[in-house]
């Protein structure tokens, strides 16, 4: 029977991830109402935290767009890029990790994107090699950024093993960057230049290709919204308040002494405010303070792209890992009892397992909240888990995520493309040096630091 369910919950993830958008959340609700009304599973809670973090922060990040605070930081990314045009390869993937961690969603590298495209076409340097490292570098950094949804799943399954988000962020932060800078000397000469590419020689000789070519406008001197500078300032000092008090949960208020005091959601038995009700409060209210100091209105934030993206991933999350979790729930000790020697053995496989869930998933996230705590039952480490975190960023491997897609479509020389067989695209390899360093480098980080 078991087997049965697992083949609903894969085919369910795999329909969802070819609709793309929500197609995971409403794949993942009717793989649910299979398990509760065909097997008789009992439903696990849903992932609220999450879901709400997730709300949260894309909410923020959706202020600052709207108060042209995003236009703002593209355009300096756009001087240093554009200054230092012989080093794209290396700033492109960097300043897309560092917008990515900043900002705690990978949607954020559409802006930076045709820059990177446009900075490397003009210097005649083959852009699939800094265009497919800034893809894998805006996923490692979802891995690293305090106010990810990614790391907030990651807190809320590490919430009673004593470790918090100064750990995670700790061994993320080197780990992932090790893992860029590996996975960026794997491309530093891959490929043919583009004076030597026949396929781009090819298209140069349309006339109307080559002028299309130059001619992109250069933004670099538009004028700043009003407002987008402080949106900027706001946002900043609500990444450092949540870095702060992930780091010192002594900062946190404590209402265990108050007489009337109940437990709840957002506060823990012992009276402790909870990091993830935190990073909630903290990030809703820059939003309301971007509104009220930095010239804009909640009706442009709602319109703003990252909130629609907020919507897709919330519901995405929502539906399949509710019913990820409540198969695993379900069948957690024939589970546990098939992997627990292969993982007591072999505890590396536990990341492959995280690697695979995560190509099917298309969230960081999604992975995270799913497995993780399997892996504590299975007799993990925490400090081990958060060493193989960056496991979960297997998104490249099926060309389907939407930043993989822009990214091609960003590259007009044609170089950075999905192959005849599919599975041999522009990011698979620097996509697995990338992550399979990553890995190696947060294992023995975590090692000494943990």
Not at 160 to 179: E, R, S, Y
Request: proline content about 6%; aromatic content about 10%.
């Amino acid at each position: 029977m078991i087997f049965l369910q697992l083949a609903v919950v894969l085919v369910c993830i795999f329909i969802g991830a070819r609709m793309s958008g929500i197609g995971l959340g409403v794949m993942g609700m009717i793989g649910l109402l299979v398990m509760i009304f065909g097997f008789g599973l009992v439903p696990s809670d849903p992932p609220l935290e999450v879901m709400l973090i997730i709300m949260s922060v894309v909410t923020a990040a959706a202020a600052l767009q709207a108060a042209g605070g995003m236009d703002y930081l593209v355009k300096i990314a756009g001087q240093i890029l554009r200054s230092n045009p012989r080093q794209i390869t290396i700033l492109g993937p960097l300043i897309t990790y560092a917008f990515v961690l900043f900002a705690g969603t990978a949607h954020i590298s559409y802006s930076i994107m045709p820059i990177i495209a446009e900075v490397s076409i003009k210097n005649r340097i083959r852009p699939e090699r800094a265009m497919s490292m800034s893809v894998i570098g805006a996923y490692m950094a979802i891995t690293a950024s305090p106010v990810s949804a990614a790391a907030a799943a990651m807190l809320t399954v590490l919430a009673a093993t004593g470790l918090g988000l100064f750990d995670i962020l700790m061994v993320a932060i080197p780990a992932t960057l090790i893992g860029l800078f590996a996975g960026i000397l794997f491309v530093w000469k891959r490929g043919k230049e583009l004076s030597e590419d026949p396929e781009f020689l090819e298209r140069m000789k349309d006339p109307a290709f080559a002028k299309n070519l130059e001619g992109k406008k250069d933004a670099a001197d538009a004028e700043d919204a009003p407002g987008a500078v402080k949106s900027v300032v706001i946002f900043s000092l609500a990444v450092a308040s949540v870095v702060i008090f992930g780091s010192f949960p002594q900062f946190l208020p404590d209402f265990g002494n108050r007489p009337d005091f109940n437990p709840g959601f957002a506060v823990s038995e012992a009276g402790h405010l909870l990091m993830p009700s935190m990073i909630m409060i903290i990030m809703l209210a820059a939003t309301g303070l971007i509104i009220l100091f930095a010239n804009t209105s909640a009706g442009k934030v709602t319109k703003a792209s990252l909130f629609s993206s907020a919507g897709q991933a919330t519901i995405a999350v929502f539906g399949v890992v509710w019913m990820s979790s409540t198969f695993m729930d379900n069948n957690f000790e024939a589970i546990q009892n098939t992997l627990g020697e292969l993982v007591a053995s072999f505890p590396w496989s536990f990341a492959i397992a995280l690697f695979v869930l995560s190509m099917l998933l298309y969230s960081q996230a999604s992975t995270a909240k799913a497995l993780m705590p399997l892996g504590l039952a299975l007799g993990l480490p925490p400090a081990y888990l958060i060493g193989i975190f960056p496991a979960v960023n297997g998104h490249f491997f099926i060309p389907g995520y939407p930043t993989l897609l822009m990214a091609i479509e960003f590259d007009r020389t044609g170089t950075t493309r999905i192959g005849k067989y599919v599975l041999n695209h522009s990011f698979m390899l620097p996509g697995l040096v990338t992550t399979i360093v990553a890995v190696v480098a947060g294992l023995l980080l975590q090692s000494v630091l943990l």
